[in-house]
């Protein structure tokens, strides 16, 4: 499969717990991409980076959030003492152009 | 005006009918308009690009009014497998590489 790859799928926390999820993008894509999205709402862009470089982050992305993609490939977005507020279906994207972004399966975190 | 907004839906349509979504967008520089398909549970795939006027893709007809600051999707003679969300998705301000989602439109189509 050649597709944007996350894992775990599934994530199930308690609160106060921190929290680390990974993302393999297509392999030619140098631009990667988080989002979040809860029920009935379309996703929310929280960071992007081109190669390694983080170049945009959202004032959605607080201080218990950070992200990293550390060889320019795969990224891990951890969350440090999760609460009730960031459960929600964490999605990956990649692009060789910043139009056309392939999403991942996404990660579906709940936090108790 | 909300950076992106959808009709709230949801539509419940029959096999074979014809359905239209719209979208509003604030930012009158914007260039490229997208839609995406989101099944449930499932993660966004893109649809259809927008860069003119319109684009068409079979059954799938995306029409752009830049006058009005509207983006549309029509479904011709629609399938039981078109039900899903669409998400409607535009370029933000200022050269930021985000996309900015509508909630996204539900569309159930019924045998």
């Known amino acids: 499969d050649t597709g944007v790859s996350q894992d775990p799928r599934h994530k199930i926390t308690k609160r106060g717990q921190n929290v680390t999820f990974r993302c393999d993008p297509i392999?030619?894509?140098?631009?990667l991409y988080w989002y979040r999205q809860t029920l009935g709402q379309g996703p929310e862009f929280l960071t992007y980076f081109q190669n390694e470089a983080q170049l945009e982050k959202s004032r959605l992305l607080s201080d218990r959030f950070s992200a990293e993609r550390p060889k320019g490939s795969f990224s891990t977005l951890e969350i440090q003492r999760t609460e009730q507020g960031d459960s929600a279906m964490y999605l990956c994207?990649?692009?060789?152009?910043?139009?056309?972004?392939?999403f991942g399966p996404g990660t579906r975190l709940t936090v108790l | 005006r909300k950076e992106v907004e959808q009709d709230p839906g949801p539509f419940n349509v029959p096999e074979g009918a014809t359905v239209a979504f719209n979208c509003t967008y604030s930012n009158s520089a914007s260039q490229s308009f997208f839609w995406y398909r989101q099944d449930c549970r499932k993660e966004p795939k893109l649809l259809m690009s927008v860069y003119s006027s319109g684009n068409e893709d079979g059954r799938f007809t995306a029409q752009l009014n830049r006058a009005s600051q509207y983006i549309s999707l029509l479904i011709r003679d629609s399938k039981l497998s078109d039900s899903a969300t669409y998400l409607c998705v535009v370029p933000p301000e200022g050269g930021s590489e985000k996309l900015v989602f509508g909630k996204g439109t539900k569309l159930t189509v019924n045998p």
């Open positions: 994207a990649s692009s060789r152009w910043v139009n056309e972004q392939f």
């Open positions: 392999s030619e894509h140098n631009r």
